[in-house]
């Protein structure tokens, strides 16, 4: 429940995908 206020902005700003780049949907982790 504690990642739920985080699944819909990338968790780096100006930086999609950054802390992601095998999970990104949309340019947004």
Same mark, same amino acid.
């Given at each position: 429940a &504690?990642?739920?206020?985080? @699944?819909?902005i990338p968790y780096q700003q100006g930086t999609p995908?950054? &802390?992601c780049?095998?999970?990104c949907d @949309?340019?947004?982790c």
């Open positions: &504690s990642n739920v206020n985080k @699944k819909n995908c950054a &802390s780049p095998d999970n @949309k340019g947004l």
